[in-house]
Structures are given as C-alpha cells and as structure tokens.
C-alpha cells in the first residue's frame, strides 16, 4: 500500500524560501504522477506544480519561477522547493500520487494516494 507523508510546512516572512517533502512509502507502478496542491480556507483545492509520466513538470502561472518540484528516486522523496514565498501562498499543501498510467494534466485532483498535508503560512 502506497502512503504518502508530507512534511517542512511553516509560518515564514514574505520572500523566505520554503522546502516542502513528500516521503513515499510503498510501490508505484512505472508510469506514475505526483503532485503538490493547496488549499486555503474557503477556497477550493487546486493544483499547485506536477510532476508528470515523462518526468516533465508542470506548474499553475502564480508559482512559475518561483517554486519547482522534484524527486529523489533514491530517497523516494517528492519536494517541493518554494522560493519568494507571498501572503497569498498561504495554505495547506498536500502531496499526491497516481499510478494509473494517466497523465496529471488529465487527471485534476482525481489522484489515488493523498497524505495529509504541511501548513504553510506566509505573513507580510
């Protein structure tokens, strides 16, 4: 069974840098994606960057050149790197994986395997 655990949330200053991790227990299949998506209060879930089937990243454009997935295969660790963090980056961040072969731009938030989240919180 796959678990995912998210960790390195924390209440910084506006243009502090942030390194989210996700610990991945258990197998994927070969052709999986992974991704880091949000959520603040009384807003929906979104996606925030993902990692896709070929290894190629995606990001929503608030975050593009400031934030970058990766994976250590070795580690079995999802990260997300987030730098010049802002007031409205504000929220809980959660990791997510799928290993059904589809790839995470089709997928929307339709992931299999979910942790629990990091609280991230930026004051200005």
């Known amino acids: 069974q796959v678990q995912l655990r998210e960790s390195g949330g924390d209440s910084v200053q506006a243009g502090e840098s942030l390194t989210l991790s996700c610990a991945l227990a258990?197998?994927?299949?070969?052709?999986?994606?992974m991704g880091w998506f949000r959520q603040a209060p009384g807003k929906e879930r979104e996606v925030v960057a993902a990692?896709?089937?070929?290894?190629?990243?995606e990001y929503i454009d608030s975050v593009k050149g400031r934030f970058t997935i990766s994976k250590d295969n070795a580690k079995h660790i999802l990260y997300l790197q987030m730098n010049n963090l802002k007031p409205e980056d504000t929220a809980m961040y959660y990791c997510a994986a799928d290993d059904s072969g589809t790839w995470c731009t089709d997928m929307g938030s339709e992931y299999r395997y979910w942790g629990r989240g990091t609280q991230v919180t930026v004051s200005s």
């Open positions: 258990g197998d994927l299949d070969s052709s999986y994606c």
């Open positions: 990692l896709e089937i070929d290894h190629s990243t």
